[in-house]
């Protein structure tokens, strides 16, 4: 996550811009706030209602989910309105939360990665990531606190606009940047922003998780303040088209999911995620949908409704017939033939048996399944990803069936995904000599450390919303007593090691705004259900589920 050279060049050429873009930013905030009731949910309409009456009503959702008003600057608001026994983690968490917050000339504009004063090195973990600030600003819509969330999401817009090269070659008008760094110059009392589009990223990687983040978190930010004007600016309208214009566009694809280069996502190292990801194809298919509740259907945005619409079909039926693995997908995979050449071929991408790698076969369990990290010509990768599977649950990507067996999975094995610190961002780790051929020796990515089998608290957010979209709590209580017990004695790390992630990461800094971040959104969703509102989406009913004879989808 080094290097920050390149990122002077972009501010060289974007800081004359930083005048106009914060008259904009200012006018754009004082805007005011509109709350509009509907009579029904715009996440319940069908995609196939929206491409016969589109936009037929006049705002987004009928219902929002209320972040609360503050009860102080320091207190959080949620802790004094509920009754429960809070834990000494939350004050102390909340505390770090609020040392890690980025100002821009007076405003607050996000949270830096990493608050480590002990490391040596700082790299660019005192930048603003995208995705890092997700679980930050769910916190602070879940306490009352909208304000930071809409400068966020108003300037991320502004550096968007930005001209962005990488050498001599000039990246989509849509690439929303990595992340951002607020400069402040005591002397002369001006602040400006330096930004990175994947110029200054190890491996020099556009973020292609960073769009489809800012889409989820504009909608969140809507779902809790009730908020619609934000959304319906002519920038933010711009904003997504020209995000989902990069991921629409017509070429010779022939799957409807996203291929992609290793390192463009939480994974931004060389892990063999290359081609089709799970990661990048769930956070695709839930900001799909959530610019489908937002996007106006006027001249400019009918058209890219009805792409929306027709990728939304094709891709749900795609994930859910190839990247679906249970018991009895396994066993059907297993006795696949080979070399079929028409279109009644069953094994339709040519995977070959003898590549299932052998501790799939003990891992899975008879009842449970989940969705496999990659699948494309000849090659599946059998890996469990985490927020892959978390997400498909939280945008119905997952059908209730599956999303069930992925809860079962996890509770089958516990040992294997939850061990000791929640939670493994994938399983199981790269060893020996498939090692240094799929991270190319990589130093950081060793056998279950980082990225390569490491545990993740960031992560016990998106389980806890998952267990609670799947009914099934105590599943994300049980996780979160785990992580309690250590993070705050270890000091908030970013990661830890181990088959059963019982060691703070060899290279993990402390103080990880996510694992605080993460932590706090878990708690304030376990003790109210209703805040899952800004980051799930109910079942499509248009696209009925694949029919499947594995057990597992039968309770």
Same mark, same amino acid.
């Given at each position: 996550?080094? !290097?920050?050279?390149?990122?002077?060049?972009?501010?060289?050429?974007?800081?004359?811009?930083?005048?106009?873009?914060?008259?904009?930013?200012?006018?754009?905030?004082?805007?005011?706030?509109?709350?509009?009731?509907?009579?029904?949910?715009?996440?319940?309409?069908?995609?196939?209602?929206?491409?016969?009456?589109?936009?037929?009503?006049?705002?987004?959702? /009928?219902?929002? /989910?209320? !972040?609360?008003?503050? %009860?102080?600057?320091?207190?959080?608001?949620? /802790? *004094?309105?509920?009754?429960?026994?809070?834990?000494?983690?939350?004050?102390?968490?909340?505390?770090?939360?609020?040392?890690?917050?980025?100002?821009?000339?007076?405003?607050?504009?996000?949270?830096?990665?990493?608050?480590?004063? *002990?490391?040596?090195?700082?790299?660019?973990?005192?930048?603003?990531?995208?995705?890092?600030?997700?679980?930050?600003?769910?916190?602070?819509?879940?306490?009352?606190?909208?304000?930071?969330?809409?400068?966020?999401?108003?300037?991320?817009?502004?550096?968007?606009?930005?001209?962005?090269?990488?050498?001599?070659?000039?990246?989509?008008?849509?690439?929303?940047?990595?992340?951002?760094?607020?400069?402040?110059?005591?002397?002369?009392?001006?602040?400006?922003? +330096?930004?990175?589009?994947?110029?200054?990223?190890?491996?020099?990687?556009?973020?292609?998780?960073?769009?489809?983040?800012?889409?989820?978190?504009?909608?969140?930010?809507?779902?809790?303040?009730?908020?619609?004007?934000?959304?319906?600016?002519?920038?933010?309208?711009? !904003?997504?088209?020209?995000?989902?214009?990069?991921?629409?566009?017509?070429?010779?694809?022939?799957?409807?999911?996203?291929?992609?280069?290793?390192?463009?996502?939480?994974?931004?190292?060389?892990?063999?995620?290359?081609?089709?990801?799970?990661?990048?194809?769930?956070?695709?298919?839930?900001?799909?949908?959530?610019?489908?509740?937002?996007?106006?259907?006027?001249?400019? !945005?009918?058209?890219?409704?009805?792409?929306?619409?027709?990728?939304?079909?094709?891709? %749900?039926?795609?994930?859910?017939?190839?990247?679906?693995?249970?018991?009895?997908?396994?066993?059907?995979?297993?006795?696949?033939?080979?070399?079929?050449?028409?279109?009644?071929?069953?094994?339709?991408?040519? +995977?070959?048996?003898?590549?299932?790698?052998?501790?799939?076969?003990?891992?899975?369990?008879?009842?449970?399944?989940?969705?496999?990290?990659?699948?494309?010509?000849?090659?599946?990768?059998?890996?469990?990803?985490?927020?892959?599977?978390?997400?498909?649950?939280?945008?119905?990507?997952?059908?209730?069936?599956?999303?069930?067996?992925?809860?079962?999975?996890?509770?089958?094995?516990?040992?294997?995904?939850?061990?000791?610190?929640?939670?493994?961002?994938?399983?199981?780790?790269?060893?020996?000599?498939?090692?240094?051929?799929?991270?190319?020796?990589?130093?950081?990515?060793?056998?279950?450390?980082?990225?390569?089998?490491?545990?993740?608290?960031?992560?016990?957010?998106?389980?806890?919303?998952?267990?609670?979209?799947?009914?099934?709590?105590?599943?994300?209580?049980? *996780?979160?007593?785990?992580?309690?017990?250590?993070?705050?004695?270890?000091?908030?790390?970013?990661?830890?090691?181990?088959?059963?992630?019982?060691?703070?990461?060899?290279?993990?800094?402390?103080?990880?705004?996510?694992?605080?971040?993460?932590?706090?959104?878990?708690?304030?969703?376990?003790?109210?259900?209703?805040?899952?509102?800004?980051?799930?989406?109910?079942?499509?009913?248009?696209?009925?589920?694949?029919?499947?004879? /594995?057990? %597992?989808?039968?309770?």
């Amino acid at each position: 996550m080094d !290097g920050f050279a390149g990122m002077r060049k972009v501010a060289s050429r974007c800081s004359m811009a930083e005048e106009d873009d914060d008259l904009d930013l200012a006018r754009l905030l004082d805007k005011p706030k509109v709350n509009i009731e509907r009579q029904r949910s715009f996440d319940e309409r069908s995609h196939s209602e929206l491409s016969i009456n589109i936009r037929a009503i006049d705002g987004f959702e /009928s219902m929002y /989910s209320p !972040g609360g008003m503050r %009860s102080g600057l320091n207190t959080p608001a949620w /802790s *004094a309105k509920n009754s429960f026994e809070t834990h000494p983690a939350i004050a102390e968490a909340w505390e770090a939360l609020r040392r890690s917050v980025v100002y821009f000339r007076g405003q607050r504009v996000g949270t830096i990665a990493a608050f480590d004063h *002990a490391s040596e090195e700082v790299l660019n973990y005192d930048q603003v990531f995208v995705r890092d600030f997700v679980p930050s600003a769910l916190a602070f819509l879940m306490n009352g606190e909208p304000e930071i969330v809409k400068n966020f999401l108003l300037k991320t817009l502004l550096l968007q606009g930005w001209e962005k090269k990488v050498d001599r070659f000039q990246l989509g008008a849509g690439v929303m940047p990595a992340s951002f760094k607020v400069l402040h110059d005591p002397h002369r009392e001006v602040d400006t922003i +330096v930004a990175d589009f994947g110029e200054s990223a190890i491996g020099r990687v556009a973020p292609v998780d960073s769009g489809f983040w800012w889409i989820i978190l504009l909608r969140a930010y809507t779902k809790s303040t009730g908020d619609l004007s934000l959304a319906e600016t002519p920038e933010c309208q711009k !904003g997504m088209r020209l995000i989902l214009t990069l991921c629409l566009s017509e070429g010779f694809d022939t799957f409807p999911t996203l291929l992609c280069a290793d390192g463009c996502s939480m994974i931004d190292r060389r892990m063999g995620v290359y081609g089709y990801p799970i990661e990048i194809q769930a956070l695709f298919f839930m900001a799909l949908r959530c610019a489908l509740i937002m996007l106006k259907h006027d001249a400019e !945005g009918k058209e890219c409704v009805e792409l929306i619409v027709k990728r939304l079909h094709a891709l %749900s039926y795609h994930m859910r017939s190839y990247f679906w693995i249970d018991f009895q997908q396994l066993n059907d995979i297993y006795r696949f033939k080979t070399e079929e050449y028409s279109h009644t071929a069953v094994n339709k991408f040519n +995977v070959i048996p003898n590549s299932i790698p052998e501790w799939v076969f003990d891992f899975m369990p008879n009842r449970g399944g989940y969705f496999v990290g990659n699948v494309s010509p000849a090659r599946m990768d059998f890996r469990w990803f985490a927020l892959g599977n978390c997400v498909a649950i939280l945008s119905s990507l997952a059908t209730p069936e599956q999303s069930m067996a992925i809860m079962d999975l996890i509770e089958a094995r516990w040992e294997e995904l939850i061990g000791e610190m929640p939670m493994k961002i994938t399983y199981p780790a790269l060893e020996g000599h498939e090692w240094m051929i799929v991270t190319g020796y990589d130093p950081k990515n060793t056998r279950w450390s980082y990225h390569n089998g490491g545990s993740w608290p960031v992560l016990l957010w998106l389980l806890t919303a998952a267990c609670i979209k799947t009914g099934r709590p105590q599943i994300a209580r049980r *996780a979160i007593e785990l992580a309690e017990s250590r993070l705050l004695k270890d000091a908030w790390p970013e990661y830890y090691d181990g088959t059963l992630g019982r060691f703070i990461g060899k290279q993990a800094r402390k103080f990880q705004t996510w694992s605080i971040a993460g932590y706090l959104v878990a708690k304030m969703m376990l003790e109210d259900p209703s805040h899952l509102g800004m980051i799930s989406l109910e079942e499509d009913k248009a696209m009925k589920p694949l029919i499947k004879r /594995s057990t %597992s989808w039968t309770r």
